[in-house]
């Protein structure tokens, strides 16, 4: 089993930049794609970003390509996001979770497990 902690999120005015970390538990998270999903007060929880095992494959979603940049470091066990220029539509609680069925499509969240508990990120305007 794979524990996740996301950190990193805060209020930030727009245009401005922050970077989540993800860090796991385990002795395997070099063989885990992970995502990361984003989920906003009445909204459904969304697909932001996927970054496979070795880190060579990596898919954004669109209304966050080249704002976002997922990373990876598999000696510290942690998968990062760093976001920039930050708009208020980016808020929401964002999570990072295990890619578990490659039969499902990367940004369906469904495909995922060991979620973490999700840091806030605000963006004001």
């Known amino acids: 089993q794979v524990q996740l902690v996301e950190s990193g999120g805060g209020l930030v005015q727009a245009g401005g930049s922050l970077r989540l970390s993800c860090a796991a538990s385990?002795?395997?998270?070099?063989?885990?794609?992970m995502g990361w999903f984003r989920q906003a007060p009445g909204k459904e929880r969304e697909f932001v970003a996927h970054?496979?095992?070795?880190?060579?494959?990596?898919y954004y979603a669109g209304s966050v390509k080249g704002r976002f940049t997922i990373s990876r470091d598999n000696a510290k066990s942690s998968v990062y996001l760093q976001m920039n220029s930050l708009k208020p539509e980016d808020t929401a609680v964002y999570y990072c979770?295990?890619?578990?069925?490659?039969?499902?499509?990367?940004?369906?969240?469904?495909?995922?497990?060991?979620w973490g508990r999700g840091t806030q990120v605000t963006v004001s305007s």
């Open positions: 979770a295990v890619r578990r069925r490659l039969d499902m499509s990367y940004s369906n969240g469904n495909g995922y497990d060991y």
């Open positions: 385990g002795r395997t998270f070099s063989v885990y794609a």
């Open positions: 970054i496979s095992g070795s880190g060579s494959i990596i």
